[in-house]
Protein backbone atom coordinates (compact mmCIF):
# COMPACT_ATOMS: atom_id res chain seq x y z
CA UNK A 1 0.00 0.00 0.00
CA UNK A 2 0.81 3.83 -0.60
CA UNK A 3 2.04 4.99 2.77
CA UNK A 4 0.60 8.24 3.97
CA UNK A 5 2.10 11.37 5.56
CA UNK A 6 0.03 13.35 8.35
CA UNK A 7 0.93 16.00 10.68
CA UNK A 8 0.99 14.22 14.60
CA UNK A 9 -1.22 16.93 15.83
CA UNK A 10 -3.36 19.59 15.38
CA UNK A 11 -6.54 21.97 17.41
CA UNK A 12 -9.53 23.35 16.77
CA UNK A 13 -11.87 25.34 18.42
CA UNK A 14 -15.27 23.69 18.90
CA UNK A 15 -17.76 25.05 15.81
CA UNK A 16 -15.33 25.91 13.51
CA UNK A 17 -14.16 23.38 10.70
CA UNK A 18 -11.39 20.88 10.83
CA UNK A 19 -9.13 20.61 8.00
CA UNK A 20 -7.14 17.21 8.65
CA UNK A 21 -4.17 17.01 5.75
CA UNK A 22 -2.78 13.74 4.11
CA UNK A 23 -0.12 13.39 2.12
CA UNK A 24 -0.24 10.59 -0.30
CA UNK A 25 2.34 11.24 -2.84
CA UNK A 26 2.81 7.57 -4.39
CA UNK A 27 -0.66 6.35 -4.46
CA UNK A 28 -1.86 4.09 -7.29
CA UNK A 29 -4.60 4.82 -9.91
CA UNK A 30 -6.59 1.96 -8.37
CA UNK A 31 -6.22 3.05 -4.70
CA UNK A 32 -8.41 4.63 -2.82
CA UNK A 33 -8.04 7.13 0.46
CA UNK A 34 -9.75 6.21 3.82
CA UNK A 35 -9.99 7.67 6.78
CA UNK A 36 -10.58 6.39 10.39
CA UNK A 37 -10.72 7.94 13.45
CA UNK A 38 -9.98 6.41 16.96
CA UNK A 39 -11.60 8.18 20.50
CA UNK A 40 -9.80 7.24 23.78
CA UNK A 41 -10.34 3.95 24.26
CA UNK A 42 -12.59 3.09 21.74
CA UNK A 43 -11.89 0.83 18.37
CA UNK A 44 -11.32 2.83 15.03
CA UNK A 45 -14.78 3.97 13.47
CA UNK A 46 -14.83 4.40 9.72
CA UNK A 47 -15.19 8.07 8.59
CA UNK A 48 -15.34 7.90 4.59
CA UNK A 49 -13.24 6.83 1.48
CA UNK A 50 -12.93 8.10 -1.78
CA UNK A 51 -11.34 7.27 -5.27
CA UNK A 52 -10.79 10.80 -6.87
CA UNK A 53 -14.05 12.52 -6.65
CA UNK A 54 -14.96 14.43 -3.74
CA UNK A 55 -16.77 12.87 -1.10
CA UNK A 56 -19.83 13.52 1.11
CA UNK A 57 -21.48 12.05 4.15
CA UNK A 58 -23.31 12.79 7.93
CA UNK A 59 -19.62 12.96 9.46
CA UNK A 60 -17.52 14.74 7.15
CA UNK A 61 -16.29 15.55 3.69
CA UNK A 62 -13.03 14.27 1.93
CA UNK A 63 -11.42 16.78 -0.57
CA UNK A 64 -8.67 14.81 -2.73
CA UNK A 65 -6.59 16.78 -5.15
CA UNK A 66 -6.33 16.39 -8.72
CA UNK A 67 -3.31 14.59 -9.42
CA UNK A 68 -4.56 12.17 -6.15
CA UNK A 69 -1.31 12.93 -4.19
CA UNK A 70 -3.15 14.61 -0.89
CA UNK A 71 -6.81 15.01 0.39
CA UNK A 72 -8.13 16.73 3.11
CA UNK A 73 -10.73 15.44 5.48
CA UNK A 74 -12.80 17.96 6.61
CA UNK A 75 -14.96 17.96 9.81
CA UNK A 76 -17.62 21.04 8.90
CA UNK A 77 -18.00 21.64 12.75
CA UNK A 78 -16.23 20.24 15.15
CA UNK A 79 -17.25 19.17 18.79
CA UNK A 80 -15.60 17.86 21.87
CA UNK A 81 -16.46 14.55 20.70
CA UNK A 82 -14.58 14.96 17.50
CA UNK A 83 -11.25 14.85 19.87
CA UNK A 84 -9.80 11.66 18.54
CA UNK A 85 -6.83 10.33 16.40
CA UNK A 86 -7.64 10.57 12.52
CA UNK A 87 -5.74 8.13 10.52
CA UNK A 88 -5.33 8.55 7.15
CA UNK A 89 -5.29 4.86 4.86
CA UNK A 90 -4.89 4.32 0.80
CA UNK A 91 -5.65 0.90 -0.25
CA UNK A 92 -7.19 -0.77 -2.96
CA UNK A 93 -10.85 -1.23 -2.24
CA UNK A 94 -11.11 -4.88 -3.18
CA UNK A 95 -10.21 -7.52 -1.68
CA UNK A 96 -7.77 -9.07 -2.78
CA UNK A 97 -5.35 -11.35 -0.76
CA UNK A 98 -3.36 -8.50 1.65
CA UNK A 99 -4.44 -6.10 -0.54
CA UNK A 100 -7.70 -5.19 1.09
CA UNK A 101 -5.92 -4.86 4.47
CA UNK A 102 -5.92 -1.82 6.49
CA UNK A 103 -2.88 -0.49 7.60
CA UNK A 104 -2.87 2.42 10.29
CA UNK A 105 -0.35 4.78 9.88
CA UNK A 106 0.99 7.25 12.86
CA UNK A 107 -2.44 9.51 12.38
CA UNK A 108 -3.38 13.15 13.72
CA UNK A 109 -4.26 13.52 16.93
CA UNK A 110 -7.34 16.26 16.64
CA UNK A 111 -7.68 18.16 20.11
CA UNK A 112 -11.36 20.41 19.89
CA UNK A 113 -11.26 22.86 22.61
CA UNK A 114 -13.84 24.57 24.04
CA UNK B 1 -28.19 -2.24 17.46
CA UNK B 2 -26.06 -4.51 15.98
CA UNK B 3 -22.60 -4.34 16.85
CA UNK B 4 -19.37 -5.85 17.66
CA UNK B 5 -19.05 -7.10 21.61
CA UNK B 6 -15.63 -8.00 23.15
CA UNK B 7 -15.26 -9.69 26.16
CA UNK B 8 -13.71 -9.32 28.78
CA UNK B 9 -12.61 -5.75 28.35
CA UNK B 10 -9.90 -5.84 30.70
CA UNK B 11 -7.56 -9.16 31.17
CA UNK B 12 -5.06 -9.88 33.53
CA UNK B 13 -3.18 -12.90 32.51
CA UNK B 14 0.58 -14.44 34.10
CA UNK B 15 3.74 -14.59 31.50
CA UNK B 16 3.26 -17.46 30.01
CA UNK B 17 -0.08 -18.50 31.22
CA UNK B 18 -2.23 -19.04 27.67
CA UNK B 19 -5.22 -16.60 27.59
CA UNK B 20 -7.94 -16.43 25.11
CA UNK B 21 -9.91 -13.52 24.08
CA UNK B 22 -13.24 -13.23 22.69
CA UNK B 23 -15.24 -11.26 20.30
CA UNK B 24 -18.80 -11.88 19.03
CA UNK B 25 -20.77 -9.91 16.39
CA UNK B 26 -24.25 -9.45 15.37
CA UNK B 27 -23.99 -8.21 12.37
CA UNK B 28 -24.00 -10.90 10.09
CA UNK B 29 -20.73 -10.05 8.46
CA UNK B 30 -18.33 -12.71 6.77
CA UNK B 31 -15.25 -11.08 7.62
CA UNK B 32 -13.40 -10.86 11.01
CA UNK B 33 -9.98 -9.34 12.08
CA UNK B 34 -7.93 -9.37 14.73
CA UNK B 35 -5.61 -5.80 15.50
CA UNK B 36 -3.09 -5.82 18.45
CA UNK B 37 -2.29 -1.90 19.44
CA UNK B 38 0.51 -1.11 21.86
CA UNK B 39 0.51 2.14 23.82
CA UNK B 40 0.69 5.36 21.65
CA UNK B 41 1.16 2.84 18.28
CA UNK B 42 -1.67 2.10 15.65
CA UNK B 43 -3.51 -0.66 15.16
CA UNK B 44 -1.70 -3.56 13.89
CA UNK B 45 -3.73 -6.87 11.91
CA UNK B 46 -2.44 -9.93 13.18
CA UNK B 47 -4.92 -11.94 10.96
CA UNK B 48 -8.53 -12.20 9.18
CA UNK B 49 -11.17 -15.12 8.50
CA UNK B 50 -12.82 -14.81 5.59
CA UNK B 51 -15.94 -16.74 6.73
CA UNK B 52 -14.11 -20.18 8.15
CA UNK B 53 -10.76 -19.23 5.17
CA UNK B 54 -8.01 -17.97 8.06
CA UNK B 55 -5.74 -15.84 6.72
CA UNK B 56 -2.67 -15.04 8.73
CA UNK B 57 -0.24 -11.92 8.04
CA UNK B 58 3.39 -12.77 7.74
CA UNK B 59 4.96 -11.18 10.66
CA UNK B 60 2.17 -12.54 13.19
CA UNK B 61 4.18 -14.28 16.07
CA UNK B 62 3.23 -18.16 15.65
CA UNK B 63 2.62 -17.29 19.81
CA UNK B 64 -0.76 -16.22 18.25
CA UNK B 65 -3.76 -18.45 16.87
CA UNK B 66 -7.19 -17.81 16.35
CA UNK B 67 -10.39 -19.81 16.28
CA UNK B 68 -13.76 -18.76 14.64
CA UNK B 69 -16.19 -21.90 15.76
CA UNK B 70 -19.13 -19.78 13.69
CA UNK B 71 -19.70 -16.84 11.76
CA UNK B 72 -20.84 -14.68 15.32
CA UNK B 73 -17.78 -15.49 17.36
CA UNK B 74 -13.95 -15.37 16.80
CA UNK B 75 -11.45 -16.01 19.65
CA UNK B 76 -7.68 -14.92 19.81
CA UNK B 77 -5.60 -17.37 21.29
CA UNK B 78 -2.18 -16.35 23.00
CA UNK B 79 -0.01 -19.45 23.80
CA UNK B 80 2.07 -18.01 26.13
CA UNK B 81 1.98 -14.44 26.39
CA UNK B 82 5.12 -12.37 27.29
CA UNK B 83 5.31 -8.95 28.67
CA UNK B 84 5.78 -7.49 24.94
CA UNK B 85 2.29 -8.83 24.32
CA UNK B 86 0.67 -6.63 26.84
CA UNK B 87 -1.65 -4.32 24.29
CA UNK B 88 -5.08 -3.22 23.02
CA UNK B 89 -6.65 -6.21 21.27
CA UNK B 90 -8.88 -5.07 18.63
CA UNK B 91 -11.60 -7.34 16.66
CA UNK B 92 -13.48 -5.77 13.63
CA UNK B 93 -15.41 -6.84 11.20
CA UNK B 94 -16.65 -5.83 7.50
CA UNK B 95 -19.48 -7.27 5.35
CA UNK B 96 -17.78 -9.32 2.70
CA UNK B 97 -14.88 -9.80 1.14
CA UNK B 98 -15.82 -7.83 -1.78
CA UNK B 99 -16.93 -4.83 0.76
CA UNK B 100 -13.99 -5.14 3.34
CA UNK B 101 -13.94 -1.00 3.17
CA UNK B 102 -15.46 -0.34 5.97
CA UNK B 103 -14.78 -2.13 9.13
CA UNK B 104 -16.65 -2.03 12.17
CA UNK B 105 -14.47 -2.46 15.63
CA UNK B 106 -15.05 -3.28 18.26
CA UNK B 107 -14.08 -1.64 21.76
CA UNK B 108 -11.00 -3.61 22.55
CA UNK B 109 -10.10 -5.88 25.25
CA UNK B 110 -6.83 -4.15 27.38
CA UNK B 111 -4.38 -7.48 28.33
CA UNK B 112 -1.57 -6.96 30.97
CA UNK B 113 0.73 -9.31 31.49
CA UNK B 114 2.04 -9.96 34.80
Known amino acids: DAKTTQPPSMDCAEGRAANLPCNHS???????VYWYRQIHSQGPQYIIH???NNETNEMASLIITEDRKSSTLILPHATLRDTAVYYC???????????????FGKGTKLSVKP | DAMVIQNPRYQVTQFGKPVTLSCSQT?????MYWYQQKSSQAPKLLFH???????NEADTPDNFQSRRPNTSFCFLDIRSPGLGDAAMYLC?????????????FGPGTRLTVT
Open chain 1, 89 to 103: IVRVSNYGGSQGNLI
Open chain 2, 92 to 104: ATSRDIHQTYEQY
Open chain 1, 26 to 32: TISGNEY
Open chain 1, 50 to 52: GLK
Open chain 2, 27 to 31: LNHNV
Open chain 2, 49 to 55: YYDKDFN
